[in-house]
């Protein structure tokens, strides 16, 4: 069993609030991914990481930021959260070359 | 990445081996077939993956054809916890993203 973790699982936060979504990997992988999942809908790219101080925005245009300041740590921020923004966030992780990539349980995010 | 199209919706009767078709037709040489599952309201979970021969682990296996336009995934003994979202993905080896289709709905019935 992969051992990444997200916190919270599930979040409702009013707008305009500002956000952080946490994923932890214990694997000391060092790439990792930030996915966003409509409900019923494909999984699209919105950030991802090569390692620390590595980030990349995805092929997905997201508001969201994220960092890696650690290799296990990679959050998501949300300045100013909006009813738009109400989806599933999904964070991998994976070893170079052609590992297969580790996924949460996701964050399930309602912005009211 | 090459893009893979897959059927909508299967069914399969529990305890049936359920055999799950994806065409990449433009697959590259040095591109990998993937597997993996989303059971709902979980995150994606892998099942296998292949570059031109066929595999088998715990789970599934693999069959890849020879020119590698297409493969298929078996469950050899399909459960009603197999119910899922099934995605096949192509990546080039130490590629940065896996693009995920629509995926195939398993649906396995008593």
């Known amino acids: 069993e992969a051992d990444i973790y997200q916190t919270p699982r599930y979040l409702v936060i009013g707008t305009g609030k500002k956000i952080t979504l946490e994923c932890s990997q214990t694997?000391?992988?060092?790439?990792m991914y930030w996915y966003q999942q409509d409900p019923g809908m494909e999984l699209h790219l919105i950030h991802y990481s090569y390692g620390v101080n590595s980030t990349e925005k995805g092929d997905l245009s997201s508001e969201s930021t994220v960092s890696r300041i650690r290799t296990e740590h990679f959050p998501l921020t949300l300045e100013s959260a909006r009813p738009s923004h109400t989806s599933q966030y999904l964070c991998a992780s994976s070893e170079w070359g052609n590992s297969p990539l580790h996924f949460g349980n996701g964050t399930r995010l309602t912005v009211t | 990445d090459a893009k893979t199209t897959q059927p909508p919706s299967m069914d399969c009767a529990e305890g049936r081996a359920a055999n799950l078709p994806c065409n990449h037709s433009?697959?590259?040489?040095?591109?990998?077939v993937y597997w993996y599952r989303q059971i709902h309201s979980q995150g994606p979970q892998y099942i296998i993956h292949g570059l031109k021969n066929n595999e088998t682990n715990e789970m599934a296996s693999l069959i890849i054809t020879e020119d590698r336009k297409s493969s298929t995934l078996i469950l050899p003994h399909a459960t009603l916890r197999d119910t899922a979202v099934y995605y096949c993905?192509?990546?080039?080896?130490?590629?940065?993203?896996?693009?995920f289709g629509a995926g195939t709905i398993l649906r396995v019935k008593s």
């Open positions: 433009t697959i590259s040489g040095n591109e990998y």
């Open positions: 993905i192509v990546r080039v080896v130490g590629g940065n993203k896996l693009v």
């Open positions: 694997m000391g992988h060092d790439k």
